[in-house]
T-cell receptor, first 116, second 115 residues
Framework: DADVTQTPRNRITKTGKRIMLECSQT?????MYWYRQDPGLGLRLIYY???????NKGEISDGYSVSRQAQAKFSLSLESAIPNQTALYFC???????????????FGPGTRLLVL | AQKITQTQPGMFVQEKEAVTLDCTYD???????LFWYKQPSSGEMIFLIY??????QNATEGRYSLNFQKARKSANLVISASQLGDSAMYFC????????????FGKGTKLTVNP
């Protein structure tokens, strides 16, 4: 089984609709992230979470919300989807700790979202 | 000013040869992390390697190594014994530890491995 799973893998929705992207991980990591990628560009951080009670905004959080239901689950919601939220969305985990200089990241397969 | 610069939009290498993908960075934060990612045409994002700014040794992961030259602010990725499956877009990224978890990405290098 994959370490990080995302559902759905593809989604087409209409402007104004609320949608949820779900992410689950089996790595047991505390740190989870949501990114979006626009064509030809790198990733931009939407939200991140260090544990169930610690959720933080990233650089482009407007129009998005998240929920960390459990250590293993981190969901991203688009409250009222708009066309410029059309992008590839990735969930990721990290094994990084404050005292450890090493880091390995694990990415989900991505969700392709099209907002019409 | 760009914080991450990848000067090679495209690179070609023969199968089984080594290739170096360039990355330079700009930061005044004394503590930072440098990352390399691979993105095949299928779209998935694959973490390859991480180098912390205080790490004395170059990071290595299998056929990947990061040539970290701190004084030159350079973090080149070296792929040894290239394989056809290495053909992909490669992104260099930096995280400044004095701030949030934000990653700053370069524009990427498209690597093509020829048989």
């Amino acid at each position: 089984d994959a370490d990080v799973t995302q559902t759905p893998r593809n989604r087409i929705t209409k402007t104004g609709k609320r949608i949820m992207l779900e992410c689950s991980q089996t790595k047991g990591h505390d740190r989870m992230y949501w990114y979006r990628q626009d064509p030809g560009l790198g990733l931009r951080l939407i939200y991140y979470s260090f544990d169930v009670k610690d959720i933080n905004k990233g650089e482009i959080s407007d129009g998005y919300s998240v929920s960390r239901q459990a250590q293993a689950k981190f969901s991203l919601s688009l409250e009222s989807a708009i066309p410029n939220q059309t992008a590839l969305y990735f969930c990721a985990t990290s094994d990084r700790t404050y005292s450890d200089s090493q880091e390995t990241q694990y990415f989900g397969p991505g969700t392709r979202l099209l907002v019409l | 000013a760009q914080k991450i610069t990848q000067t090679q939009p495209g690179m070609f290498v023969q199968e089984k040869e080594a290739v170096t993908l360039d990355c330079t960075y700009d930061t005044s934060d004394p503590s930072y992390g440098l990352f390399w990612y691979k993105q095949p045409s299928s779209g998935e994002m694959i973490f390859l390697i991480y180098q912390g700014s205080y790490d004395q040794q170059n990071a290595t992961e299998g056929r990947y190594s990061l040539n970290f030259q701190k004084a030159r602010k350079s973090a080149n990725l070296v792929i040894s014994a290239s394989q056809l499956g290495d053909s992909a877009m490669y992104f260099c990224a930096m995280r400044e530890e004095g701030g949030s978890e934000k990653l700053v990405f370069g524009k990427g290098t498209k690597l093509t491995v020829n048989p």
